[in-house]
T-cell receptor, first 115, second 115 residues
Framework: AQSVAQPEDQVNVAEGNPLTVKCTYS??????LFWYVQYPNRGLQFLLK??????LVKGSYGFEAEFNKSQTSFHLKKPSALVSDSALYFC?????????????FGAGTRLAVHP | EPEVTQTPSHQVTQMGQEVILRCVPI?????FYWYRQILGQKVEFLVS????????KSEIFDDQFSVERPDGSNFTLKIRSTKLEDSAMYFC?????????????FGPGTRLTVL
């Protein structure tokens, strides 16, 4: 069965420092991985996805994620955090079932960026 | 940028009542989804819908739930005889394809409170 794990409930970072939000996955077959962000009172916003190709995926708002097959990880990164990056971040894996797809989400990691 | 919209943002209902949650997917999208997030828990898949038919549903999506595309723009989730445990944030999503490379775009959610 496909699943994702986000081992940290919360990550605290000082503004200007690099940030990493961790995600590990378990899939049978090729992984199709996604990151979404949820700001307060907003829906889930798509950040980036890994389908195939380069292990470093670039996305919105300066975020990137590194796919590591040997470690079954897909960590979200940003070189310099902003206070406005404070939000809830979800990693998800796409499950292919009968030709239709659903997303399986991790529990989410709350990112707090301090001035 | 096109967005998925949902109404209402917050719905309060009495146990046993029926509610209809409404969504307007992105206009050229053909695949529609409902997810829910019980407070403090993971975002979980409910149902996917294509060509006026349910394409996949989770074990949560029992006879209490139904979905409909009543016209060319709206996509609705009906919950009959609501229970306290139906209290959650309900997210609608849409995509323009169902392959593993397609991205699902989410609405801002409807918070359902069952009293």
């Amino acid at each position: 069965a496909q699943s994702v794990a986000q081992p940290e409930d919360q990550v605290n970072v000082a503004e200007g420092n690099p940030l990493t939000v961790k995600c590990t996955y378990s899939v049978s077959g090729n992984p199709y991985l996604f990151w979404y962000v949820q700001y307060p009172n907003r829906g889930l916003q798509f950040l980036l996805k890994y389908i195939t190709g380069d292990n470093l995926v670039k996305g919105s708002y300066g975020f990137e994620a590194e796919f590591n097959k040997s470690q079954t990880s897909f960590h979200l990164k940003k070189p310099s955090a902003l206070v406005s990056d404070s939000a809830l971040y979800f990693c998800a894996v796409r499950r292919l079932s009968g030709g239709y797809n659903k997303l399986i989400f991790g529990a989410g990691t709350r990112l707090a960026v301090h001035p | 940028e096109p967005e998925v919209t949902q109404t209402p943002s917050h719905q309060v209902t009495q146990m046993g009542q029926e509610v209809i949650l409404r969504c307007v997917p992105i206009s050229n999208h053909l695949y529609f989804y409902w997810y829910r997030q019980i407070l403090g828990q993971k975002v979980e898949f409910l149902v996917s819908f294509y060509n006026n038919e349910i394409s996949e549903k989770s074990e949560i999506f029992d006879d209490q739930f139904s979905v409909e595309r009543p016209d060319g723009s709206n996509f609705t989730l009906k919950i009959r005889s609501t229970k306290l445990e139906d209290s959650a944030m309900y997210f609608c999503a849409s995509s323009d394809g169902d392959s593993t490379t397609d991205t699902q775009y989410f609405g801002p959610g409807t918070r359902l409170t069952v009293l």
